[in-house]
């Protein structure tokens, strides 16, 4: 079993930022592959950013390129993102996947989810 645990959701006004932070604790894996997805009121889980374990792969959403960035560190089990420039619609539950084996930008191909942090961006 891993469990993740979210922090660093809140409210913050259109252009603010925000920085997120997922940590892994339970059993341990080698290479493992982290990645975040949000989820609006009445809408499906939508990939945000990935990283594998070496951070030699990343993947951002092209809706959230060029604001948002995915960074790891491994000797904390953890991974963080920073929101930048955060507009209305980037509004949603904020949520931490982990993936034992391989990459994938997929949400139904992740093995763990955290609960989830709530962000919400004020017009």
């Known amino acids: 079993q891993v469990q993740l645990v979210e922090s660093g959701g809140g409210l913050v006004q259109a252009g603010g930022s925000l920085r997120l932070s997922c940590a892994a604790s339970?059993?341990?894996?080698?290479?493992?592959?982290m990645g975040w997805f949000r989820q609006a009121p009445g809408k499906g889980r939508e990939f945000v950013a990935a990283a594998d374990w070496s951070s030699a792969i990343t993947s951002v959403a092209g809706s959230v390129k060029g604001r948002f960035t995915i960074s790891r560190d491994n000797a904390k089990n953890t991974v963080y993102l920073q929101m930048n420039n955060l507009k209305p619609e980037d509004t949603a539950v904020y949520l931490c996947g982990f993936k034992i084996v391989g990459y994938s930008t997929d949400p139904d191909n992740y093995d763990y989810w955290g609960q989830g942090t709530q962000v919400i961006v004020s017009s």
């Open positions: 339970g059993r341990t894996f080698n290479k493992y592959t």
